[in-house]
């Protein structure tokens, strides 16, 4: 039912061209096309710097070929995750204009790019250099989603007049994205020093009983510091994309 | 150092009135009391409708009622958490005006109740009836800090009709607060049908292999909507202070 | 919307009594009260035998009591599940004609009982006498749903011949559920026996490395009788109700 | 003994050419070739669409020839589950009317297609793309056991009007086989939709936080939608045999 | 079918008296009946000294008291495990003279002392006074079944002098077990050296880090001494009853 | 001090060559070489038949030929396990006469083949054919140990009928070694079965939710058949090991 | 053997009253009992300040006094460690002179108070005010011990100026031991900022995915500061303990 | 600001050069720095024989060159951890005087050996072959580091007199480092048998139940000898950099 079709329906009912009975059936059958078109002009916005994005794993390079195709004939911009460097040379090879970040293993496509909407700077801060490409994922898809975003690398906990040195920066932030692997605790310290929403990022940095991540995550999510908020292990993309959602606000 | 009593200190140094000696042995003794006074500030500003918030749980109701009365005498607004029905009657014997909130465990006392601040409304939308201590956590804890707060309760996933029933009461949100105990799968349907930042509350509702909220906060971790972020279980009021934080953007 | 509803909205704008712009306005700001009353009917009939079962563990006596008098009004049959003797108690002071099973923790109110609608029997089948309270549970709710059930209790795989014996009634069976804590190794064996739908119950009775019932679930999950499905850790009432689901078929 | 083979020894007895002692002997020595012929029966029976499925992971490409071979002489059709592209490359160069279908890892040898003997049809629901390798699994399964099988992929929770753009097909299912990785949220959509036995199977597809599918499999046991039962991580194999079973009913 | 049941089936066919096809039936629809018999044989073997325990936790009184009257009635001696003190009450008040060993949590009723019939001398050796219940359900199960048990309490390996100056008595022993809770090393100590079955129990002596035993159970289990076998945590009715039946070999 | 020179040092003292003081001395300082002889002397002992077994992961081809040639030199027979295909081809280069069992990972070099000491029949029972490496490691270890040894594979028990067919060769067997990957039930089954020493064996045979080996070692530690005791997932050797220690006896 | 038992042996041995073989075979059978008076020796001096400490938890009143008695016989300094108030009211009846510490849930009685004996200054730091019972225990054992403790309480990392503001304190200190619960980042700030051993106790305070100090073991087992070492959950004692060890080096 | 920046701008304050304002200016802007200067020395200490450790694992080779380059202007010495045969070579190449240790996968540039400066020996235990590249690693950390270092490898507790038999040397250690995979058991019987600070290092060594050095870890820290602190699984740099800061007191 488009809004059209359930308009036309309902004047063909008041003018006796259908019977209550088949405008009822009709009704009773397909209850969510009326849900459907609402969704989809939701979707349409989202579309519009947001959304439409690729997970790359796990899917072939010919599925993703096609998807591709589908979307720029919508005139869509888009951004593709977790691609591996195989799948991005073969993507590469027919769309030249693309550009892939390796280290983040994003694929970005993106005519038209888009300018910045959002209200202030995102910052992405990270513990070591070893967490460079979630922190990176995180920058990209925040910057594809029209965003500023600033970074800072390599300020871990351990040697805290590292993290203290840009406090500045942390105050003038409207976001910060905090990327930590080991034990996780630089949120807890950034999220004590300012008063801005705080989105943690564990990484699956370290080894032994660092267990890929599990112990980064469960010290965030036990951060001593009120007000921060966790995503999944190495989900630079899922805080990104928070982000850019609380930064458009 | 205060910020004048570094002026003052400079300045004395410049009219001859201390020692280069003198001026630098009181720089280097105290480096972080110049640190230090951004911080008082920083956390003055917290005071005034965010902080000072008191974890009831583990402290004995002496040392509860010392911290409330250094509070009070500087006249802030009082916040206690996870307060057990024993610890706030002798609580509230003491101090009657103060309000506790059995369910929610937790105490206020706010002699000038804080206008409201946030740009938007705070939706705290829950999945059971059981969830309902957390979710009215996480509602309390967000009007204490000076926001509108609209609460949903017992719309669970298994009866999707009743999520869709309030989409328009989630679309007119600033924020989002999703809690759910059990497989912990709203948060996933609402930050589908919205586009606004949503915070996960997983809660230690369930039985089995719900493991005391892992499975719902494993689940919330791993929504499939992005931009959907984390709090620890049961932390009703991580969630409000992190929307709180969000909405007064 | 109620069904009703719906037919006298379009009658009356069939008759002209609305016009095609109000009817349109009201399906469109509740457009899920037009999904609703499909739900309605779903869920009325799912009350027939099936449904409105109340989960006992963590509601106030109070809350239960307003929600089967509410029942009540509307003649329904009432299954309370994972409810204390204590509460029971407050119940059964108010409504003497309930039952209360204290074994499985269930209490029934059913004034019209339901004539047996399913297929065949339910055989529910434990591996010892301590799982009897989950294997109540299940035989009762699928009782309560209108299906004839057997019981066989105390055959657990260290004595095989126990279950061999009992070879006859479970070929005979429509479906068969399997309870069992410890090792949980009994729906291997029955699966293998026959040629049924089996559903596996993992009970929580063991101590040590049973781990509340994990052990039991694992085992279930990785049974190497093939076509086995598993509920959750102690949830008799799920496997009832999906046997019930199976048999209604 | 088989059951022609026991019938032949007690005429033997009956006419006189068998001492009781020396039937007694074969019967005692060999009592489960006794209880044998009856679940040899049972088997044959099963194997009659069902049954003789073969784990090809970790066994030798030359075992599998040797157990299709002595099957084949039999007459019998063939399943390999889990099978690699390198072993299935080799049994199809000795078996060329084998079928191998590369993204479900099975192959099929079946000279007599079964005709469809199943009540109803067995709906398979897939939450995202890289969920198709355990719902093709489960869906191939499914008709080799003689099912109409249909399939809907694609449709996670995050975008709830996929799902219910679907309820029609799910309403008229006889069984229904949700597949869902991450979160693992959609059985409790479907579960709340339909009134029909669900089978859960959670997929390791995810990445960090999910385990290699123990977050899916957590919240599939933890469904708040009643009647939803549950296989092993990825076993599409089981979800379908299971099915196949409660269809036959 | 007995044995004798079966016989004479048989001699009536040879007769003539029954015909082919009832036998035929008689023999499949009965044949673990044949498996029965010497399962029941084998049980009743069990029973004189090993067996017919009763596992009291979980149990009511009422049901135990049950059991062990249908026990004496075939005059057989009664080890009852796990059993509190409140229940152990009602059952001395019915049986006085029964014995209830407290630390242990066991009730014995054997009104005729098994005379010792192991081979060898079990030696039971605990690491701490904490692990003594565990150790003493050991020790009182070995003598239960008739065997010499010598125990040797208190010699942790963080004193290894305590350990070596055992190494006589261990050296006699024909079957050791070995209880420890926390780091759970003593059986990699005695292992090493002795030449004899060593049965570890780990027990949930420890906090913290130590779950419940669960580091002593994964330290057995990946013992660097060959040939120590692992029982479930705080199971010294099981270590005492393989041992017995190593013992008896 | 070896036995030798110990006997001489105090025969020295007795004949007056060297004082009081310095035998003292010599006997103080080197207190370990006393225990040292005794120990030696046990594993000489060892080594007939039982020890000096080489543990082949993640040792250097080099480091292993080097502990063979000093091995050979003393005449002792060499047992090597968890050995990998490589290093077994450059070993068999040096030792023609040396014999690899691939499935089993074991490499023997036994010159003179131990006479059967053993008390009776060790049998190895295996649930499934992909079981077979960790029960031939068991098989192989044990009839290296000098142990008759039968071995019955494939007999899971979802094929229950399997199981109790061989149940002759159970009740004759002095020691049972039962390996199990999935749900590793058959050992209590087995258990159940018989009354001798079980030793159970988990294998990580499985996927999904078996967790390596987790499950079915899970399974064996809480068997509710009594005696069964467990070894580390996959650790064929120790069950072959014990199982060799009690047969000794 | 006694070393004066020793003595005499070989003096006899020398004057000939006693034989070669008799010598030979004392020593023999008693090797450890050489062994044995080496580590009493070692044992005298270790109880001369630190040792013989005794685990209150899961022992019984009794049983703690008749240790008592036994060690104030030889004039001994007693440390109970995890006493609860109950049995500390028991022994303090008997010992009016003990002291005990409730929130440390430690007894002392020492009659001669033991001078500091330690090179330097203990400090113990704290995260959160429910951490002082660790912190307590850690500082009086290591007091007990004979070393200067200074404790420096509720200086999480989320205020991180409170840490540097001790940093002075810190710098002093021979051995740090640091307390934390939660995400237990507070070693690796410490860590970072000084160069002096630090010993890292996690506590169990926290909730949800705290799971009982899990997390904050992990987080200091994965701290990015190179030196921090660990002991388990809550172990005060043990952290004092080896901090007395590494002062008095 | 280095120390005598600071100075300078004092002096130049006093005597007029620059403004109190300006003076101010830099000061606020660079409070850090003012941290720093102390930090900087402190860190300058720490080269000398300590720090710049560059953790190897996960960064390119072209990084470490350059971090190299920069450390050696400044000569310093270099320690490279978690380095691979691959990376080293290409280091080697660059810097011949380098020297790679395969084994500890270590990498040292070292032009200026350091002179011992650690109080006593530094005592490296491990208890197999296979846990040697932790041991080494430890090891050559701590000779690094300027401190005597000694080893003992392959002495297994299920091997008690080679302990033992090293008694003399653990008695003249300053710190003792044990390392051990498998049931982590040699730090408690070492901590038993000395009075000096030992450190405990668990190795991912073992197969099944080790999982991957978690039961050796928390053996560890469930160590029943007091005193025993633990690092992370694989962690030899961070306890021979412990022991040195210990040692260096």
Redesign the interface.
């Known amino acids: 039912l488009e809004k059209d079709h359930?308009?036309r329906l309902?004047?063909d009912?008041?003018k006796?061209k259908v019977?209550?009975e088949k405008?009822?059936a009709e009704?009773?059958?397909l209850?969510?096309?009326?849900?459907?078109f609402?969704?989809v002009d939701?979707?349409r916005?989202?579309r519009r710097g947001?959304?439409e994005?690729i997970?790359g794993?796990?899917?072939e390079p010919g599925?993703i070929l096609a998807i591709m195709e589908s979307m720029l004939k919508r005139d869509e911009r888009i951004l593709i995750t977790?691609l591996s460097q195989n799948k991005a040379d073969i993507i590469l090879n027919k769309f030249p204009q693309a550009v892939y970040h390796k280290r983040a293993r994003l694929l970005i496509l993106d005519s038209m790019p888009l300018k910045v909407s959002g209200?202030?700077t995102i910052v992405v801060i990270s513990?070591?250099?070893?967490d460079m490409p979630v922190a990176e994922e995180a920058a990209l898809t925040a910057r594809f989603m029209g965003n500023e975003v600033e970074t800072i690398y390599d300020v871990?906990?351990?040697?805290?007049?590292r993290?203290?040195?840009h406090?500045g920066d942390l105050g003038k932030a409207?976001?910060i994205i905090v990327v930590a692997g080991?034990?996780?605790?630089l949120p807890?310290?950034v999220?004590?020093?300012?008063?801005?929403?705080v989105?943690a990022v564990?990484t699956?940095?370290?080894?032994?009983?660092?267990?890929?991540?599990?112990?980064?995550?469960?010290?965030?999510?036990?951060?001593?510091?009120?007000?921060?908020?966790?995503?999944?292990?190495?989900?630079g993309?899922?805080?990104g994309?928070?982000a850019?959602?609380?930064n458009r606000?």
Request: proline share 3%.
């Open positions: 359930l308009k309902l004047e009912l008041s006796g019977s209550v405008a009822m009704l009773k059958d209850p969510f096309e009326d849900l459907g609402a969704c939701h979707h916005h989202l947001l959304s994005v997970f794993e796990g899917k599925d977790r209200r202030g513990a070591g250099t070893s871990g906990v351990s040697g805290i007049h993290v203290l040195a406090r409207s976001v080991m034990e996780g605790a807890s310290v999220g004590g020093l300012v008063d801005k929403p989105i564990p699956s940095v370290g080894y032994g009983a660092s267990f890929g991540g599990i112990t980064a995550l469960l010290g965030m999510l036990n951060s001593c510091a009120s007000g921060v908020t966790v995503v999944n292990i190495d989900n993309f899922g805080a994309y928070a850019s959602v609380i606000q």
